[in-house]
């Protein structure tokens, strides 16, 4: 099977959608930044079921760094993350260089509100989301695709590009894939490679906790009873927890965690937890 192709300017890479666009051929971009997973592909398998054909970005953004986290720590696997994009009949790969996307003189960035000043993510990593929105606008800008798709992994990061690209009124479709789960329930990350085999079974206590106190609010216990319960346990397992929080799945509001479940579910909820192991910061959600 012939490699899936790549290009590295914006100019090859709107030849090539263009020309799939007029042949009434639709588009779906997935963008990435390398180390891809069963996760990635399932953002590529997807695809496939609203789109003729997939562009793949794969682009480590050094803006969506904050100064103390190491971009050069961040696994790049080009050649292995090929292999998986060519097994899984992607069309393009778009892998633009640092100069291709920030050229001499770039000055512009994308300024947010909304879920993207929730005090989640924002509250601990406060450059994060405008670098993610600034590059994911270009990528949009460049590719100009009819829709891309985004794991719910990254809920947060969701929220912000859905908001984002109505906001803008990029014209292009934003579409949420479920996380894909080792079988012993931790989420996919490119982070896990980095986790030693005693924390990679530590972190199985955050999916476990996040399921325990949906099970418990969903039963009638008041929200902020269980939160507390599920922060312990996390801490306890030796986590360095950031946040647990229930939120407005949509908004990522804040919601009265004082009140009963039945005043709350007049709308979706989501749970959502950053905590670090060791060197490895782990995020994850589920639905309540």
């Not at 480590?60 to 696997?77: G, I, M």
């Not at 990679?200 to 999916?207: D, F, K, M, P």
């Amino acid at each position: 099977m012939p490699q899936v192709p790549i290009v590295r300017t914006v100019k090859a890479l709107r030849a090539r959608v263009s020309g799939w666009q007029s042949a009434g051929e639709r588009v779906a971009l997935v963008p990435t930044m390398g180390a891809l997973h069963a996760g990635h592909i399932a953002l590529v398998m997807a695809g496939r079921r609203h789109a003729q054909r997939i562009v793949v970005s794969i682009f480590v953004n050094p803006t969506q760094f904050a100064p103390s986290e190491d971009l050069s720590r961040y696994p790049r696997t080009f050649a292995a993350d090929r292999a998986k994009l060519t097994d899984a009949r992607a069309d393009l790969i778009f892998a633009p260089t640092v100069p291709e996307m920030y050229p001499d003189g770039f000055a512009t960035t994308v300024s947010l509100t909304g879920p993207a000043a929730a005090g989640l993510e924002d509250a601990f990593r406060p450059t994060h989301f405008p670098g993610v929105a600034t590059v994911v606008c270009k990528l949009f800008t460049q590719c100009r695709p009819d829709l891309a798709l985004f794991g719910e992994k990254d809920y947060q990061q969701l929220q912000v590009v859905t908001h984002m690209a109505r906001d803008l009124d990029l014209g292009v479709r934003i579409i949420g894939v479920p996380t894909v789960r080792e079988p012993d329930g931790l989420a996919m990350s490119s982070r896990n490679r980095f986790l030693t085999p005693v924390e990679r079974q530590t972190a199985l206590v955050l999916h476990r906790q996040m399921q325990g106190a949906a099970t418990a609010i969903r039963a009638g216990t008041e929200p902020e009873t269980a939160l507390s319960a599920a922060r312990f346990a996390i801490a306890g397992a030796g986590f360095a927890l950031d946040y647990l929080e229930l939120r407005d799945a949509g908004t990522l509001a804040p919601v009265n965690t004082k009140s009963g479940f039945a005043s709350l579910a007049t709308r979706p909820l989501r749970l959502l937890v950053a905590a670090s192991i060791g060197t490895t910061r782990l995020i994850d959600n589920i639905g309540v």
